[in-house]
């Protein structure tokens, strides 16, 4: 303790020597410190900063407060010593009473009200609960997303421009779009909590949101709102883009996706589900490779095996076209993070992000590479636009065949009655989608990512589990625990007409799939020439 202290003493002189130099006064420095103090002070209740304060508490701001409002500025001089003691939150008051009655008493010490105010400012009772709470907007992934995008523009635009007034900061996110998928997720983590009440306040999640045309940031949730009985922060960590965890089967659309890219496999291309073995850590050992449902269906359609997410079938595609041409495919739909070339990664036994993950489900589904972003302009203090990500960013479209086929066998794992998201097809869910369940080992992370199609639509991305990488419980998958709430943000998107009119998939496609649905499928024994090839590539 002494020595932080002492530490703690040392930088404050530090800061206050160069704010000094910078400034060129002492009392300036002084003034310049107290400023981002008061901007940036815990304020209880997830509020950071008395102007914020005021607003929340007291439906107001500081600018118009007057001497008639010495109580309300009281009690927030009295927040910051504790918090969570003395923010108003509609529980116990008299501590809060005490401590802003003594801070009035000061105030008319010092002569900043008269005697008699502070007694009337005194007899004022304390708000019970903020009066807007259930208005204000958290966007804490938002926050560290924006100041981390801004750092990385360049020497002349960064932080301290912002904190200056130097420049005003536009977002691609869409407040409404974050309070839905702020809701939507506290939504999903309760209804896990009912079935596993000892994990309340304990089970994590992230989500994020991105238009297909552009790869903006519609919404980005990285946790959620309270977390061990804490509100989160703009510090916290943002597990869409902090956080590396296995995927699990939503990697699989990107083998997928490379298959096809060799030319000779089709939606309809008779495939093994058989028991199939890889190597086992690099060693002379081999290990077994079982399906979900621990039963194997012998040959069967490509598009089945995706939609019913056959991990048999997967290794056995990897077989066939090599890790490498996985490893390219995933890099070219815009996965930066390393993957380990090994057979399991065909299975979602690397690590990626979520945000990378649903940038990639996002090219898919529109057909345009980009790279997610949330800084739409930037403005400076004299008007002139410094940024202008909206009309100044370069998006490239893919012409590539095999595109529609992962298109295809995506929509089909929705639309197939076995289909891991077949819940989708349901007539409560009146929107087109497409994407993928992912539930990694031991169910240790249930995760859905899905998108309507085309450019005109939205990807969203939406993974639960423990940090601790505990298990969520047995059949906690991402079909139960991760497409309710992917669901829910959808639905309202559209109702809420944020995001346009539903695209719709195109007819040949939906056709392709009804005549699969009908059995008029293509004749049985050509599939088999076929994969029988396949098998020797």
């Not at 290794?315 to 070219?332: K, V, Y």
């Not at 400076?380 to 298109?407: W, Y």
Request: hydrophobic share 40%; glycine share 10%; proline share 4%.
């Amino acid at each position: 303790m002494f020595v932080r202290k002492l530490e703690e003493i040392r930088l404050s002189l530090w800061v206050e020597k160069e704010m000094q130099a910078h400034f060129g006064s002492k009392r300036r420095a002084k003034e310049e410190i107290l400023a981002r103090y008061a901007s940036f002070i815990y304020m209880g209740n997830g509020q950071y900063g008395f102007a914020t304060a005021a607003e929340y508490y007291f439906g107001r701001t500081l600018a118009t407060f007057t001497a008639d409002d010495a109580d309300k500025a009281a009690l927030l001089a009295g927040i910051p010593k504790s918090p969570r003691v003395y923010a108003p939150s509609g529980r116990e008051t008299g501590r809060i009473l005490r401590r802003r009655n003594q801070t009035l008493a000061l105030m008319a010490t010092n002569g900043f009200i008269s005697v008699d105010g502070a007694k009337r400012a005194g007899q004022r009772p304390i708000p019970a609960s903020p009066p807007n709470k259930s208005k204000r907007l958290k966007v804490v992934a938002v926050v560290n997303s924006v100041l981390e995008e801004l750092n990385g523009l360049g020497a002349d635009l960064g932080m301290k421009d912002l904190l200056e007034g130097r420049i005003r900061v536009y977002s691609t996110v869409d407040a409404q779009a974050q309070e839905i998928v702020n809701e939507a997720l506290e939504h999903g983590l309760g209804l896990y909590e009912k079935r596993h009440p000892r994990a309340k306040g304990l089970v994590q999640g992230s989500i994020v949101v991105l238009r297909n045309r552009d790869a903006s940031v519609l919404a980005e949730t990285g946790g959620r709102q309270f977390y061990a009985g804490r509100s989160a922060s703009y510090s916290d960590f943002n597990r869409v883009r902090k956080s590396l965890r296995q995927p699990g089967s939503a990697m699989k659309p990107i083998v997928y996706l490379a298959a096809f890219r060799q030319g000779i496999f089709t939606l309809d291309t008779m495939v093994p589900d058989e028991p199939i073995c890889v190597p086992d850590g690099g060693i002379q050992r081999t290990k077994w490779i079982s399906n979900f449902d621990g039963r194997y269906k012998g040959l069967i359609p490509l598009r089945e095996a995706l939609a019913e997410s056959r991990n048999t079938v997967a290794i056995w595609i990897t077989e066939q076209i090599g890790m490498a041409s996985i490893l390219r495919t995933s890099r070219s739909l815009g996965v930066r993070t390393t993957l380990q070339p090994f057979a399991a990664t065909a299975l979602g036994a690397s690590e990626v992000n979520l945000l990378e993950l649903a940038n990639a489900y996002r090219t898919i589904a529109s057909g345009i590479l980009a790279q997610p972003y949330m800084i739409r302009r930037i403005v400076r203090d004299s008007g002139q636009v410094a940024v202008d990500t909206e009309h100044g960013r370069s998006q490239v479209s893919i012409d590539d065949s095999a595109l529609s086929f992962i298109q295809e066998g995506l929509r089909g794992v929705v639309r197939l009655p076995t289909g891991t998201a077949h819940a989708l097809a349901s007539q409560d869910f009146p929107v087109a989608v497409m994407g993928k369940t992912g539930t990694t080992n031991d169910f240790r992370d249930a995760l859905f990512v899905g998108s309507t199609y085309g450019p005109g639509g939205v990807t969203v991305a939406v993974r639960i589990g423990f940090d601790d990488n505990r298990s969520l419980g047995s059949r906690e998958t991402g079909g139960k625990v991760a497409l309710p709430v992917f669901k829910e943000i959808m639905l309202r998107l559209y109702r809420g007409n944020l995001v346009g009119p539903v695209p719709e998939f195109p007819a040949r496609m939906e056709e392709s799939i009804t005549a699969y649905l009908r059995g008029d499928s293509p004749d049985i024994t050509g599939l088999r020439r076929l994969s029988m090839s396949a098998a020797k590539l």
